[in-house]
């Protein structure tokens, strides 16, 4: 069945043009006059061929005007691609397309085969968001929809990152059906959901006695996608042994299965994704660097929904459609102040959350309608708050002997800072003289008051005083100075002093510039 478009008449030399172009190219198409033409047009009601909805709408004038707001109001709520012709006057074409909430738009005047190439990309997509399920309209969704079609055709692998629920194996699944290989397998593997020891198992098979409990041999998923695509889901949380291995797969195409001998060779198309930015698991250390490079050749990144409000009431419309279809309910919709509320909340769950709610309300309303006192009170009062991912600093290697020096001095300190303390109580004041120096005189006086808890007296050794904000290298730094005062610069001895080696203090004289 051909595609339909819908043609308003606003500009009747150019709909009549367009309307030309587009039967030739096949597609079934309408010229519509008046504002309810189109509504019922929108609702699959009216302009003929049973009342089949539209795929798109060309806009060819009047956009500035009220009925078209309407019109395009009523495209949005049934997720309708809208093409607008913007007259060349306008000083932003592009601001007013967005402002408006156009799909996509031209500049007058147009070549009707412009409007058909485009008109025909924007049913394609429309196509790619029911095969796939990812809806919206916002520029986000539209950008991610353009990198799917981008990254289909070819055989690089993919990296999607985004936070859970936004739907990453619904785009992987998108990419495989667009590409050549849509007629193998696909198969996904949730990286994060199998223990360590199974992992491996999983991805590459074993032989047959490999451990116990192997009574027979198994394919893994790599020989099950060979020829298709694989989707590894979590990746990040993949072990450093399996990321060894899953990195000779992309470079070699080839593996072993456990307890196997013989290489393995397969042709799949890997596409990986990650709820956390595998950038920062590579400066924490915990996902080698070679591999995310390897993934990272083709990368797209999915917005969570607080990013895209505006697609929140077409998503809570089809999931109360496809739900109340599901339940065989005869449900109304939703109330306005109820879709407000959810267009307000922040999602930490994203669209999954947003779809499972709807279907508990679907269920649960009893008015056969969603009211704002069917959503529940943690949404309702936005109370729910997003986590924040704070970045460590990458961790540095301590060697053992290293380690042990820093507790060493760690446990001495405490030991001096107890003492200082003692002290301190023992002996509350003490007269100390002060020697004032300015107008060219000097002059003595005695002052009382408690010592300065953070002055070594002349009899004990030189204390090493930790501050707030010190790192571990400055207490090292602090302790190895105060050992070198106490010995008179005689390294020897400064060494057995701190427990360590002599060419261990050397090589700590030179990193810390120590004179």
């Known amino acids: 069945m051909a595609d339909r478009v819908l043609i308003t008449t606003d500009d009747l030399e150019q709909a009549v043009r367009v309307n030309a172009s587009l039967e030739q190219a096949g597609f079934d198409t309408a010229m519509v006059s008046s504002l309810d033409d189109v509504r019922q047009a929108v609702r699959g009601r009216g302009t003929g061929e049973g009342g089949r909805e539209p795929d798109a709408i060309v806009l060819t004038g009047g956009l500035h005007e009220s009925t078209a707001q309407r019109l395009l109001a009523a495209a949005r709520e049934h997720a309708v691609s809208t093409l607008g012709l913007v007259e060349a006057t306008d000083e932003d074409p592009s601001q007013i397309g967005r402002e408006l909430g156009l799909t996509a738009w031209l500049v007058k005047p147009t070549d009707p085969a412009e409007v058909t190439a485009t008109v025909r990309r924007l049913i394609q997509r429309r196509h790619l968001q029911q095969r796939t399920g990812i809806l919206g309209e916002s520029a986000p969704i ?178 109360i459609a496809e739900f109340a279809k599901q339940h065989d309910r005869n449900f109304r919709g939703i109330t306005p102040e109820a879709l407000q509320i959810l267009v307000d909340a922040d999602w930490p769950g994203n669209v999954r959350q947003l779809r499972n709610l709807v279907e508990s309300m679907v269920v649960l309303a009893p008015e056969g309608e969603i009211r704002a006192s069917d959503i529940p009170r943690d949404i309702r009062e936005r109370t729910r708050t997003l986590p924040m991912r704070i970045a460590a600093p990458p961790p540095r290697e301590i060697a053992g002997q290293e380690l042990e020096f820093i507790f060493r001095s760690l446990v001495e300190l405490k030991m001096q800072l107890e003492d200082l303390r003692r002290r301190i109580e023992e002996r509350p004041s003490e007269r100390v003289e002060v020697i004032e120096v300015g107008g060219g005189s000097e002059r003595s006086r005695q002052i009382e008051g408690s010592l300065d808890p953070l002055a070594p007296s002349p009899e004990s050794p030189t204390p090493v005083i930790y501050k707030p904000g010190m790192s571990m290298s400055d207490v090292e730094r602090a302790a190895i100075d105060a050992a070198l005062r106490e010995t008179h610069g005689n390294r020897r001895k400064a060494a057995e002093t701190l427990g360590i080696g002599e060419r261990t203090l050397y090589r700590k004289l030179k990193e810390y510039a120590i004179d």
């Open 142 to 319: 539209q950008e991610v929809l353009v990198k799917i079609e981008q990254m289909a055709p070819v055989t690089s692998t993919v990296l999607i990152e985004g936070e859970s629920g936004t739907g990453k194996e619904l785009v992987a699944r998108g990419i495989h059906d667009l590409s050549p290989r849509r007629g193998k397998a696909f198969i996904a593997v949730n990286a994060a959901g199998l223990p360590e020891t199974l992992l491996e198992s999983e991805l590459f098979g074993h032989e047959k006695g490999s451990f116990t409990g192997a009574a027979e041999r198994r394919l893994g998923r790599f020989e099950l996608a060979n020829g298709g695509t694989i989707f590894l889901d979590e990746v990040g949380e993949m072990p450093p042994a399996t990321q060894v291995k899953l990195l000779r797969v992309l470079e070699d195409k080839s593996f072993f299965r456990v307890g196997g001998t013989q290489p393995i060779n397969v042709d799949v198309r890997v596409i990986a994704a990650s709820n956390k930015p595998l950038k920062e698991a590579v400066g924490l250390g915990t996902f080698r660097d070679d591999l995310f490079y390897r993934l990272n050749v083709l990368s797209m990144y999915l917005p969570p929904l607080r990013e895209r409000r505006s697609d929140i009431p077409l998503l809570v419309r089809t999931f």
